[in-house]
């Protein structure tokens, strides 16, 4: 009875996991990913792919910007890039605590992932970039990070004869500070992460899932889906350093007329209840409430 218990425990934990994270076949490291343009989505992403008008992706704007993902004349001591924090062997973050910036000195919070932001809506933990342009260049002037200013950059680059021919091709003319934020802004576009084993399983693939992972579903698919629907506290309960929830303001306050974390939770919770229960959930059904539920 204890070894089926476990068992049964184990097939729900597995599922989760494989709901919740990357999937990524044995013997590939790093995100499963699609160039733009590829015709061929990753299965489990939307069909769609968002982008500014004014910042279509190109082959070239990506090949660009996953160059200055990994160029350490983007920090004042030379000594970190984009990927120094944003690691793709793991799952571009950094496996730490925190952020570590120019001159090692150690940032105030955890370092995200970049998986599947083309469909964000806000960036930084707390909210505050309206888009991945508007998000680029911020770890690039700060202080605790990169701490570089953006015309120091372009002038760094533009002494570079082969930048000044990639931002050509790129953009159809000399390095400019926006271009700048539009090619980094492109990469993390194209940084995808889907056909996963639970992705297969709603595609219809009856092997995608183990016995125990089905039975994990079929449990998480039942009574464990009441607790998505659980509030969660909306103010901080340690120190006042600790980080303001996603979407606060400098205090840690919501702004006016913004709905808190645990309520946005809760209506994401409740869209996933929906999407648990039904007998053939899309994969746009769960994808677009798991993103609400992770903001």
């Known amino acids: 009875m204890l070894f089926a218990s476990l068992r049964v425990l184990g097939g729900t934990l597995f599922f989760l996991a494989m709901a919740a994270t990357v999937g990524i076949p044995a013997g590939r490291r790093g995100p499963v990913a699609a160039e733009p343009n590829s015709g061929e989505p990753l299965l489990g992403l939307d069909l769609y792919r968002p982008a500014p008008e004014d910042n279509p992706p190109t082959p070239e704007k990506v090949a660009l910007g996953r160059r200055l993902f990994h160029e350490r004349l983007l920090s004042r001591d030379g000594s970190l890039s984009c990927a120094g924090c944003h690691d793709p062997a793991r799952a571009f973050t950094n496996g730490k605590p925190v952020a570590t910036g120019s001159y090692g000195r150690a940032g105030r919070r955890n370092v995200p992932a970049l998986f599947n932001r083309a469909w964000g809506r806000t960036f930084f933990w707390d909210g505050r970039a309206p888009s991945l342009e508007a998000q680029a260049v911020q770890p690039i002037t700060s202080a605790s990070e990169m701490d ?111 709905r808190s974390p645990a309520s946005r939770r809760t209506s994401a919770g409740s869209r996933l209840q929906a999407c648990a229960r039904s007998p053939a959930p899309r994969p746009t059904c769960t994808t677009a409430a798991s993103r609400a539920w992770k903001k």
């Open 148 to 258: 570089m200013g953006i015309e120091e950059v372009v002038e760094r680059l533009g002494r570079q004869p082969d930048y000044a021919l990639a931002f050509r091709d790129a953009f159809g003319g000399k390095i400019r500070a926006e271009d700048l934020a539009r090619a980094l802004a492109s990469y993390v576009r194209a940084i995808l992460s889907g056909d996963s084993p639970y992705d297969r399983h709603l595609a219809g693939r009856a092997n995608a899932l183990s016995p125990d992972a089905q039975e994990g579903l079929r449990i998480f698919r039942g009574r464990a889906t009441a607790s998505l629907a659980t509030p969660v506290p909306s103010s901080p309960t340690k120190s006042s350093t600790t980080p303001a929830s996603p979407g606060a303001t400098g205090d840690g306050s919501m702004p006016a007329g913004s």
